[in-house]
């Protein structure tokens, strides 16, 4: 249990990272990031479609819940949100009312509650699960923070709220992995559902359009270094056992 707390406060911290690179750093020190969202995309859909979904035998209709996961991230990043997108915010004339920065924070919470829910409901069902959604979440999550900080500076907050926006999501990361230990053993399979249909949302409908817009063959190819990457770290993991 201490070791999923702190490998989601881990990833929390990076959140914070994410939105510090934004208010603080050089413009050229950004380049990286679309390499993570790209190496993530691949990751977290490889981790989702053959070590996640597989989990979920106990559950009664789990592919229900994966839809919920799925259209749950939809509903509050793409319409309770009117505008939001990964990477940077460059749009500054769809963000003159702050409200629609702080509705564009909301729909990204609650994305972020279930990166760690993801976290710990892997650890409760095979500590390897844990640590392959561990990466799967600490991958994007600098771009996230990246989002945040830069949706709150286009919509008029200071820096300082930009820092406190990627702290907010680190926040409810932690929240989302600390409600999870409280759920009974059996019904951690709906947890690990609900979040594999967030997960597939996050990598094949927020992360991949990234990609996709960026273009160019060496970044679309990283999304399949994201594939590799897992399958390595998967086959080391099965090995250690
Ligand atoms: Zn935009
Ligand atoms: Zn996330």
């Keep these: 249990m201490v070791a999923h707390l702190a490998l989601a406060a881990v990833a929390a911290a990076a959140d914070l990272a994410g939105a510090f690179i934004v208010t603080a750093a050089h413009k ?7 390499f993570c969202v790209a190496l993530g995309a691949g990751f977290m859909l490889a981790a989702a479609f053959v070590r996640m979904l597989p989990e979920m035998t106990n559950v009664p209709n789990p ?3 994966v839809l919920i996961g799925y259209f749950g991230v939809h509903l509050f990043e793409h319409t309770v949100a009117p505008h939001f997108h990964f990477g940077e915010e460059v749009h500054a004339d769809a963000l003159l ?3 629609v920065g702080l509705l564009a924070l909301l729909g990204l919470s609650v994305h972020t509650v279930f990166d760690g829910v993801a976290i710990a409901a892997g650890f409760m069902v095979d500590p390897r699960l844990g640590v392959l959604l561990f990466i799967a979440v600490f991958l994007h999550k600098i771009p996230e923070g990246f989002t945040v900080g830069s949706i709150m500076l286009a919509s008029g907050y200071s820096r300082g709220t930009a820092l406190g926006a990627g702290a907010l999501l680190g926040l409810f990361t932690v929240i989302g992995a600390v409600g999870t230990t409280l759920i009974a053993e059996q019904h951690v399979g709906y947890a690990l559902a609900i979040s594999a249909g967030v997960t597939i949302y996050v990598a094949a409908s ?6 996709n817009r960026e273009g160019g063959p060496a970044l679309a190819w990283t999304v399949f270094g994201g594939v590799v990457v897992f399958w390595f770290i998967d086959w080391l993991l099965h090995d250690l056992h």
């Design 206 to 211: 927020d992360l991949i359009p990234e990609v």
């Design 63 to 65: 592919f229900l819940y």
């Design 97 to 99: 009312r702050p409200s």
């Design 28 to 34: 050229r020190g950004r380049a990286p990031l679309r």
